[in-house]
Nanobody, 121 residues
Framework: QVQLVESGGGSVQPGGSLRLSCATSGFTFSNRAMTWYRQAPGREREFVATISNTGNSTNYIDSVKGRFTISRDNAKNTVYLQMNSLRPDDTAVYYC??????????????WGQGTQVTVAS
């Protein structure tokens, strides 16, 4: 079965850094793009960053450009999110996502349990 497990969250001061990891299993990781989302209390789940299956292309929400870097290690079936210059409004639960075809060939969204990131003085 498909599993995604996020880790690496924690509490940091503004300007600090964290590196999130998402370990995956149950699908051919190297064939799938991977995406990070985040959700703060009372807000919708928000796209943060995505990376192509090969790692050759990435995309970010404007508010994190220049501060966050998404990467992947296909040998380890793991995707990462390096977060630098963290701000209080980066506080959220961060989730990784994979879209994987079901039996009928329709993409299905899979999510991990999330990891909490808190940025505060």
């Amino acid at each position: 079965q498909v599993q995604l497990v996020e880790s690496g969250g924690g509490s940091v001061q503004p300007g600090g850094s964290l590196r999130l990891s998402c370990a995956t299993s149950g699908f051919t990781f190297s064939n799938r793009a991977m995406t990070w989302y985040r959700q703060a209390p009372g807000r919708e789940r928000e796209f943060v960053a995505t990376i192509s299956n090969t790692g050759n292309s990435t995309n970010y929400i404007d508010s994190v450009k220049g501060r966050f870097t998404i990467s992947r290690d296909n040998a380890k079936n793991t995707v990462y999110l390096q977060m630098n210059s963290l701000r209080p409004d980066d506080t959220a639960v961060y989730y990784c996502n994979a879209n994987i075809p079901d039996i009928r060939g329709w993409d299905k969204y899979y999510w991990g349990q999330g990891t909490q990131v808190t940025v505060a003085s």
